[in-house]
């Protein structure tokens, strides 16, 4: 009865440790071909015990068609003798559609009396779980190693207990290395070492034993070839129970970057096209040897007619002629002189222990090697030239700015006495700049009607109590527009162009700039144009001719445009003026005489010159309303006007109260920011013409 009662207990027992660990139990008789599946393995995919029929290929039937040629092989070679169980993996298909994974472990159970085998039993475990948990797994190796692959990191450590090194494949690649293992020698790593590096990098790799630290070191190694990487690595000390534990580290060729950081540490002190120092780099090393407290000369050589060049040839031209210009500037210097291109067709010497004669026979080479440059075959007739300033600085307080500002100073100079040339500029001598700054003023006007910084301004004349479009006639200004950006008064830059002789020059570009780019709007009768006439214009004998051949080139009628002079201008050479405004009127220019009443011949004028219109000066008209005085200048000049058949423009007109007392005594025109500011001549022209234009369609 015990023995009953435990026969039956371990049935049960059996039966249920079956169900708990959800495995399937197969019986398979070989004779018959019989095979039993057991309940459990029905449930385990689904099915209750009765809806399966106990074949032997049951199992087969549900296998996935690419699991059962590797499943019937395992039990093949088991039967035959070649192995000692049956262990495979296979997927069965569930009763909803989807597959199992199953782990199908067995073997011989029975044999005859020959040993063939009878019978064969087996289990199999559902691990469909575990086989998924791999799969992600694998996924995350999967991105871990496209992750290493694409940073083109390699991954080695060391053992301690036992003193041997393994590098995987990418490590032995970057460090040259032709191995088919793993394993190295433990010395191995040191002997690839840079010897500049060797102690700081050996040092490093022994800081991370005994700690969680990760240590991050760059370094350089020298394959066997002799080609020098850079490497950085990462390196960690990894514990271990009960051993000494490991050196875990990374590599990573990092030799492009370090090219990269060197090649953009290079761009970022260089110009990019002649491989001079830029500014920012010559600032510092200006500043260096300022402090050094050396005797130093600094040069500012800047390029003439490189913009003509451009505009000739093309920019390929000037790029080529930059980078012959900068070859034949460091052929002219000693060892430690340093060349900067400080940006355009400017650049910027620094020599240190240089004295007067050593600056000026540096200066005549570098204007040599300038009238040499290469500038192609497509500018075979162009030629270059440079000025140039010197500065000699010895006060170590002496600022970069300070330096470079007196040498720029020369170098207006050398441009202003005639370009081609060099000028010399001490710093003991600054406070006395103020001619060497009219000479940059100067020489910037001429650079400014090649460059566009030269603009055309205008000013409306306005017929008194009327409309403006009724008259429609505009003054013709100039505004200088600086290297930075300021907008230059023309009270600085005028008198400067007159003092340094190129009035003629800056009159000449303003009559034909206005009149190419606005013939249409004179052609058509939009508008009218005065040009002021400067004492140097006057006096030039060709000015008709020039005057001439442009109304020629642009077809604008001669009576659209007009132009004035002050006493100033007649005084200076009476017969010339008055021979102008003689062929002026033969050609039904008008002509004006501005600032009237200033001069103390300004009454002689209108004996000699029989003009259209008298601008009487601002200086009698801004404090008419409070000076008697003043009424009655401007009162005499109109009545004489008036007389001779002149029109009479008040000028500076301000204030409201001006403007109604003029119109009280009879003048007819006015002048001012208050009937009119100065705008960009362009901008008159445009809003003119559509007036016009629509006046004429309706």
């Known amino acids: 009865m015990a023995r009953q009662d435990k026969k039956s207990r371990n ?89 199992v994974w199953v782990l199908d472990r067995g073997g011989i159970v029975e044999r005859d009396t020959s040993g063939k085998p009878l019978r064969l039993m ?169 402090a050094a407290g050396a005797p130093l000369a600094v040069f500012y050589v800047d390029l003439d007619y490189f913009k003509a060049l451009n505009d000739f040839a093309g920019h390929a031209a000037g790029d080529l002629a930059l980078k012959s210009v900068a070859a034949g500037i460091r052929a002219c210097l000693p060892p430690s002189a340093h060349a900067a291109r400080l940006g355009g067709d400017e650049f910027a010497l620094v020599v240190p222990h240089c004295y007067a004669a050593q600056a000026e026979r540096i200066a005549t080479a570098v204007l040599g090697a300038v009238r040499e440059a290469d500038l192609g075959p497509a500018a075979s007739t162009r030629k270059l030239a440079a000025s140039i300033g010197i500065a000699f600085v010895d006060d170590a307080g002496t600022t970069v700015a300070d330096a470079l500002a007196c040498a720029d100073d020369a170098c207006y100079a050398a441009k202003a006495a005639g370009r081609n040339r060099f000028a010399v500029f001490s710093v003991k001598t600054a406070s006395g700049s103020g001619g060497l700054n009219a000479a940059r003023i100067a020489a910037d006007t001429v650079d400014a009607m090649e460059d566009g910084r030269l603009k055309l301004f205008g000013q409306e004349i306005h017929l008194l109590g009327r409309p403006w479009q009724e008259s429609r006639h505009v003054e013709v200004l100039a505004r200088l527009v600086a290297r930075n950006g300021r907008l230059v008064p023309p009270g600085e830059f005028i008198p400067v162009a007159e003092r340094f002789g190129i009035a003629s020059r800056l009159d000449r570009w303003i009559i034909r700039t206005a009149l190419s780019r606005h013939g249409a709007a004179l052609r058509s009768g939009a508008l009218t144009l005065g040009f002021n006439l400067s004492a140097q214009t006057l006096s030039d004998p060709q000015l008709w001719a020039f005057v001439d051949s442009v109304i020629e080139e642009t077809g604008v009628p001669h009576s659209g445009i007009g132009f004035e002079i002050t006493e100033t201008a007649a005084v200076t050479n009476f017969d010339a003026a008055e021979q102008f405004v003689r062929k002026a009127r033969e050609r039904h220019c008008r002509v004006s005489l501005d600032d009237f009443g200033a001069g103390m011949s300004s ?96």
């Open 11 to 99: 049935g049960t027992f059996w039966a249920k440790a079956l169900e708990r660990a959800h495995l399937g139990v197969w019986d398979w008789d070989l004779a018959s071909g019989d095979c039993f599946y057991s309940a459990t393995w029905a449930r385990m995919l689904g099915y209750d015990e009765s809806e399966l029929a106990n074949t032997s290929d049951l199992w087969l039937q549900l296998t996935h068609p690419d699991d059962r040629e590797r499943a019937l092989a395992s039990g093949d070679r088991h039967i035959a003798g070649q192995t000692d169980a049956i262990e495979t993996e296979l997927r069965l298909k569930h009763k909803q559609g989807h597959w």
């Open 122 to 290: 087996g289990v199999q475990t559902d691990i469909t779980k575990q086989k998924a948990a791999e799969a992600e797994l694998e996924k995350v190796n999967v991105r871990f190693r496209l992750a290493l692959a694409a940073s083109g990191t390699g991954i080695w450590h060391y053992d301690i207990a036992t003193n041997k090194s393994y590098w995987d494949t990418r490590t032995r690649d970057m460090f040259g290395l032709v191995a088919d293992t793993d394993e190295v020698t433990a010395d191995l790593w040191h002997s690839y070492l840079h010897p500049e590096d060797k102690e700081a990098t050996e040092r490093a790799h022994r800081a991370p034993m005994g700690t969680d630290a990760v240590i991050a070191n760059q370094y350089r190694i020298i394959r066997r070839d002799g080609e020098i990487r850079h490497i950085e690595s990462l390196v960690r000390f990894v514990a271990a129970a009960g051993a000494a534990g490991q050196i875990l580290g990374t590599v990573r060729d990092i030799t492009e970057e370090k090219l990269r950081e060197q090649e953009l540490a290079y761009a970022a002190r260089h110009d990019a096209l002649t491989g001079l120092w830029n500014r920012s780099a010559f600032d510092r090393l200006l500043a260096d040897h300022i």
């Open 603 to 698: 009454f002689e004028y209108l004996r000699r010159f029989p003009v259209d219109t008298i601008k009487i000066d601002g200086s009698f008209v801004e404090h008419i309303t409070q000076s008697r005085f003043d009424r009655e200048i401007v009162l005499a000049i109109t009545s004489i006007a008036r007389s001779l058949g002149c029109d009479v423009v008040g000028e500076k007109i301000e204030r409201q109260d001006t403007l109604t007392m003029l119109s009280d005594m009879g003048v007819a025109f006015g002048q001012g920011f208050l009937l009119h500011r100065p705008e960009p001549l362009e901008a008159i022209v445009s809003r003119t013409t559509e007036v016009v234009a629509t006046r004429k369609a309706s």
